[in-house]
C-alpha cells in the first residue's frame, strides 16, 4: 500500500491530535479517492505534488465529514469555506494529481492508451 502521510504529519497538518483510527480512515478514504482517479500511476514514495494533495482532501474530510456550510451554537457562527459531503475532488485538485502522475490534460490531449500500445502519429505537411 502507497503510503501519502504519516499520522504525523496529519496532526501538524491540521494542528489537532489524530488518533491511531482517525488517521488509519482518512489515509484509506484519501487514497482510494486518489486512486479513483489516476488508478495506480501513484508510486511510493509519492511523486511531488501528491503529499501535500492528500493532505488537504484528508484534512477536508475530518474537518467537515458531513460537508456542513455553516453552523452556529447561541451567539458562536462558523461558516466552511469547503462544504463538499465525503471525500470528493475539487477539479484543481484532479488536475494537479493528473499532472504530478504525468497524465496530459486539457483540450484536445486524450490519452487513454498506455504509452506502449499507443499508435505512431505522423504529421503530414503540404509542401
Known amino acids: 500500500m502507497v503510503t501519502l502521510f504519516l499520522a504525523a504529519e496529519l496532526t501538524a497538518f491540521r494542528q489537532v491530535t489524530t488518533s491511531a483510527e482517525t488517521y488509519t480512515l482518512a489515509h484509506e ?16 514514495p509519492p511523486q511531488p505534488g501528491i503529499k501535500s494533495l492528500a493532505l488537504s482532501v484528508a484534512a477536508r474530510l475530518l474537518t467537515n ?12 457562527a462558523i461558516s466552511y469555506a469547503d462544504a463538499q459531503t465525503g471525500v470528493i475532488l475539487t477539479e484543481d485538485e484532479r488536475r494537479r494529481l493528473r499532472r504530478s502522475v504525468g497524465i496530459a490534460s486539457g483540450a484536445g ?3 487513454i492508451a498506455p504509452e506502449d500500445v499507443a499508435p505512431s502519429v505522423r504529421v503530414w505537411r503540404a509542401l
Open 29 to 44: 478514504l484519501t487514497l482510494d479517492a486518489l486512486k479513483g482517479e489516476v488508478g495506480d500511476r501513484i508510486s511510493d
Open 109 to 111: 490531449m486524450l490519452d
Open 65 to 76: 465529514p458531513g460537508g456542513v456550510r455553516s453552523e452556529s451554537a447561541g451567539g458562536m
